[in-house]
C-alpha cells in the first residue's frame, strides 16, 4: 500500500524536488552498461517518478562514467515535518557503506604488510582476545572464552563475513557474542567479524578507528563532513532517516567508532571516496584486484533472516560471492561489486562494473528507498543483475 508522505503538499513536493536536483552539466548523457545513452533530465525525472510514486522522502545519486562521477544530485528532503531539503552536503548516516571504507583502509596495511589477511588474528595480540578490558557498547570477548574457535579467526574470515559471528551480539536472545558457525566454513553477514578486525587493528597500529579513518581517507580525499563519530559541527546539515509515513526517526550521534557502521557522511564526499575506490586509488593493484574478486560463494537464498540458512541455486547465474569487505557477482559485463547500507529510515546501495568503469552509488533516507532500487538500478546504468530478491528489497509495485 503506497502511503503518500506526510505535511507536503503535492505540487510543494514536486517544487522542491526539482529545485534541489538541478544539475550543473544539464543535459548531458550518462553512459549505461550495454553503451547506450541516458538524457541526465530523464534519470531527473524517473528518479521524482519513482519518489513520489513509493513515496520515498530523499534520495542521493551519483553516477559514475569511466570511474569519474558524471551525475550527482540530491532530490527531496533531509527533514520532512519541517520541510528542510535534502542536498549533496547534508550529513547522512552512512550505514554499513562503512564496511567498504574499512575493507579499503585494511587493505592498505595489507599492501604496507602490517597484516596478513591469512594469520589468525590472536597471533598480533600481547595477550589473549577475551582477556581485554573493552568498554562500551562492544563489551569485549568474555562470553566467548570457552569456545576457542576464537583462535582460527583471520582478518579475510572478518572480511567475508566467514567468523560464525552472528550480525551483532546485540540482537542474540541473551545479548552475548558466540561462533554460531565453523569460522571459515560458510558466508553469514557479521558486524561483530568487522568489529574484531577493527579491534586488532587498533592493537597493531597503536591508532584508534577515527584517526586511522581521518589520516589514511578522509582528510587526504576531502572528506571534511564525514566521520566515524558524530561531531557537532554536523548538527546544522542533519539529514534524518524517515519511517514510510515520512516521520523521522531519532538520530544515533556516534560516540564509539564502529568499522561496522558508525560512519556519518554526505554525498559529495561519499562520492570522492567511492571516485578512489573504484580507480584504487592507494592500493596497489593486486590488492583492489583480491578486495573485489570472489573469496566465497554465497549460496544462501537471502541474505537475512530464516532463509539465511537455506542453500538454493537462485543466484548460479551471477555466481554470486563476497570479496573483501564487497559482494561480487558476475554478468555479461564481467565482474560487478557491491555494497549495501540499511538501518531503520536508511537504505543505500553502490555497484561498480570495473570492466566497464560505469558505476553507481544510491542513498536514501527512508523505509520506501530499497523499493525503488531494482528499477532505479536497471534505468540508470542497466544494471539487471543485482539480486534484489537476495537482498530482501521488495519492488515497490510488488508489495502486497
Known sequence: MKVAITQLAG????????????????????????????????????IEYLMQTASVSGVAVSVFNQNQPVFSRTFGLA????????????????????????????????????IDLDKPLVSYLDKPLPDYEIKGYKRGYKDIREDKRYEKI?????????????????FEADKKLKIKIE???????????????????????????????QERIFRPLG???????????????ICYGHNAQGQPYELMKWKEAS?????????????????????GNGLIKKSFVA??????????????????????????????SYGLGVGVLQSRYGRAFFKEGHDDGWGHYSICFPDRKTAIVIMTNNDNGESIFKELLAYAIGDVFTPWQWENYVPYNQVK
Request: aromatic share 12%; with cysteine.
Open 11 to 46: 505540487l510543494r513536493y514536486a517544487l522542491l524536488l526539482f529545485l534541489f536536483s538541478i544539475p550543473p552539466s544539464y543535459g548531458q548523457a550518462i553512459g549505461r552498461l550495454d553503451g547506450s545513452k541516458l538524457p541526465v533530465d530523464s534519470l531527473q525525472r524517473r
Open 79 to 114: 527533514d520532512v515535518p519541517k520541510a528542510i531539503p535534502l542536498t549533496q552536503n547534508s550529513v547522512m548516516y552512512g550505514c554499513s557503506f562503512a564496511k567498504t571504507v574499512f575493507a579499503y583502509i585494511v587493505m592498505q596495511l595489507v599492501d604496507e604488510k602490517k
Open 154 to 170: 583471520t582478518g579475510r574470515m572478518c572480511l567475508t563475513h566467514t567468523t560464525g559471528f552472528p550480525n551483532w551480539r546485540w
Open 183 to 213: 569460522p571459515g566454513s560458510r558466508y553469514s553477514y557479521s558486524g561483530e567479524g568487522m568489529y574484531l578486525l577493527q579491534f586488532v587493528i587498533e592493537q597493531i597500529t597503536g591508532q584508534d578507528y577515527e584517526t586511522l579513518s
Open 223 to 237: 572528506m571534511t563532513n564525514t566521520s566515524q563519530v558524530w561531531q557537532t559541527r554536523f548538527d546544522p546539515a
Open 259 to 279: 568499522a561496522g557502521g558508525s560512519m556519518s557522511t554526505t554525498l559529495s564526499d561519499f562520492t570522492k571516496f567511492y571516485t578512489a575506490l573504484i580507480n
Open 291 to 320: 578486495m573485489t574478486s570472489p573469496q566465497v560463494r554465497i549460496r544462501s537464498q537471502r541474505q537475512f533472516g530464516p532463509l539465511a540458512r537455506v542453500d538454493s541455486t537462485d543466484n548460479d547465474a551471477i555466481a554470486l
